[in-house]
T-cell receptor, first 110, second 114 residues
Framework: DQQVKQNSPSLSVQEGRISILNCDYT??????FLWYKKYPAEGPTFLIS?????DKNEDGRFTVFLNKSAKHLSLHIVPSQPGDSAVYFC?????????FGQGTTLQVKP | DAMVIQNPRYQVTQFGKPVTLSCSQT?????MYWYQQKSSQAPKLLFH???????NEADTPDNFQSRRPNTSFCFLDIRSPGLGDAAMYLC?????????????FGPGTRLTVL
């Protein structure tokens, strides 16, 4: 029973183009969503978050969109840079506990 | 810099030999978490402490125990490691405030069981 799903295990984009990472969830009680970035041999690093009362949050090159009716969120990175190559996890908060997706490996090609 | 530190970064143990993983934080956060992450899988929450209150996840095996002697430190004890316990173990902290659920992670400890 996976409450948070990232259906694309990997994504490859060209430097300078937009990267779009997707995440779906099943629990309508989730009220806070986060994206983490993870490099090999390091722990996840917090990237950006969004409350369920919003539909968009932007921080520099990173924008998270939330569609509550579709139970879907996405992370847009524009322009993508080679240093963005990493595993991206989405997570949803259930009374303070985080439920993670399986991750999407993003490769940004120079 | 305020941070979450995990020691050791790599731990090798033998089947059945007890092992302890360590986590410390300088963020002065109320909540500390332990996650297990296996390859290509989502991090799985094992348990967490809110201050001194221990909260175990229902599906965490009894083989896994935790101690939090003070605000800064939290330990994960694996009493009798099996081959299936080989994984990355991640420690995370959280302020514990009402309006934020952002967790901050340490670099992880990679556990190998021989």
């Amino acid at each position: 029973d996976q409450q948070v799903k990232q259906n694309s295990p990997s994504l490859s984009v060209q430097e300078g183009r937009i990267s779009i990472l997707n995440c779906d969830y099943t629990n309508s009680m989730f009220d806070y969503f986060l994206w983490y970035k993870k490099y090999p041999a390091e722990g996840p690093t917090f990237l950006i978050s969004i409350s369920s009362i919003k539909d968009k949050n932007e921080d520099g090159r990173f924008t998270v969109f939330l569609n509550k009716s579709a139970k879907h969120l996405s992370l847009h990175i524009v322009p993508s840079q080679p240093g963005d190559s990493a595993v991206y996890f989405c997570a949803a908060s259930d009374t303070g506990k985080l439920i993670f997706g399986q991750g999407t490996t993003l490769q940004v090609k120079p | 810099d305020a941070m979450v530190i995990q020691n050791p970064r790599y731990q090798v143990t033998q089947f059945g030999k007890p092992v302890t993983l360590s986590c410390s934080q300088t963020l002065n956060h109320n909540v500390m978490y332990w996650y297990q992450q296996k390859s290509s899988q989502a991090p799985k929450l094992l348990f967490h402490y809110y201050d001194k209150d221990f909260n175990n996840e229902a599906d965490t095996p009894d083989n896994f125990q935790s101690r939090r002697p003070n605000t800064s430190f939290c330990f994960l004890d694996i009493r009798s490691p099996g081959l299936g316990d080989a994984a990355m173990y991640l420690c995370a902290t959280d302020e514990g405030g009402e309006y934020t659920d952002t967790q901050y992670f340490g670099p992880g400890t990679r556990l190998t069981v021989l």
